[in-house]
């Protein structure tokens, strides 16, 4: 939803120019990776019943992403030094708005899930609501209809001015926002970064308690199982390393804007936050790259159809993708590792 430029290079001995067509080549090499990835995503996602609370939840997450894939080409463009101020100000008005929902409609799920499975893991017992796939699926219009109903729509309605015809102004986006969608503005961005770090904190809590439980599980059913130990614990490490990377530097740096407009005074400062800002976005939006292949590494249930979708095509029959050891787990997403060392709870963990 934040788009802004500033005009203080030449002092800084910047070339914004420079940067924004650095940035702008970024975007555009990230886009045929994230839709081949997210292409096959949605074809995958297209082949599965919607049979559990995670497989609901995973194909919102595959239409977000490849919304915010979508999304990328014209956001790139519209970077560029000589794009028009027509393009600047649809990018203004409607794709840097759907980039960022979908970016943070993403977020939201993923913390949904964190819970799903910490309800299905750590508690697998528990009548919890959650465990329900119309929860699920009621649950996953809710997130849509909040981010995109709740700021998308009515950005978009206040980003009504007419723009600049200088494109190189400082703040060219919110120049063309309405007295009511400035003050929008500035609670869309404080909503947006709450939400981010309640996320996080209910992500990070959730592993640590399934990891201490399956890890727990093994202790008390007597087994040695290294490998299956390190295995809980790398899945668990990726889930939080690709959250961590992807998303924590970008809300880390728009912590600082507001300190650094406030005690900078030559505008060098602020230069460089909006320089580290429009690189944050970029490693933000390799997000869309990186859970494609979360899919495959973490859910058997994605694993398998796609296996089985490309056998059928021809194309993977020497690829031994089901051996052993690609059997070990439902997913981290699931309570495998509970079935195996507390078989009295299997029938609890079946979805």
Sequence with gaps: VE???????????????????????????????????????????????????????????????????????????????????????????????????????????????????????????????????????????????????????????????????????????????????????????????????????LIVFCYICITAKVLKSFRNSGSNNAKGKKKTKLRVFLILLVFCVCFVPLHLVRISVSHVKNVDTDGCREMWVVIVHKVARWVAATNACLDPLLYIYLCREYRDKLVDMMKAKGGLASIQLQGPQYKMNEQLYTCYFLVKVQHAKSSLCSN
């Design 3 to 201: 788009h802004s430029q500033t005009n203080h290079s030449n002092k800084c001995h910047l070339n914004l120019v420079i940067i924004n067509e650095v940035v702008s080549s970024l975007f555009f090499l990230l886009f045929p990776a994230a839709l081949l990835l997210n292409g096959v995503a949605v074809w995958v996602s297209f082949h599965l019943r919607s049979t559990s609370t995670f497989i609901v939840y995973l194909k919102s997450l595959v239409a977000a992403d490849l919304l915010m894939t979508l999304a990328l080409p014209p956001l790139a463009a519209s970077m560029l030094p000589q794009a028009t101020v027509e393009l600047r100000a649809l990018a203004c008005r409607y794709i840097d708005v759907v980039f960022y929902c979908c970016m943070y409609t993403s977020i939201l799920l993923m913390g949904v899930i964190s819970l799903d499975r910490f309800f299905k893991i750590v508690r697998p017992c528990g009548k919890a609501l959650g465990q329900n796939v119309m929860f699920s699926i009621v649950m996953s219009s809710l997130v849509w209809v909040v981010i995109f109903g709740g700021t998308a729509i009515p950005t978009m309605i206040l980003t009504d001015q007419e723009p600049p015809p200088d494109n190189l102004t400082a703040d060219f986006c919110m120049s063309m926002k309405s007295p009511a969608g400035v003050s929008l503005h500035k609670y869309v961005v404080v909503f947006m970064e709450t939400l981010f770090w309640l996320a996080s904190v």
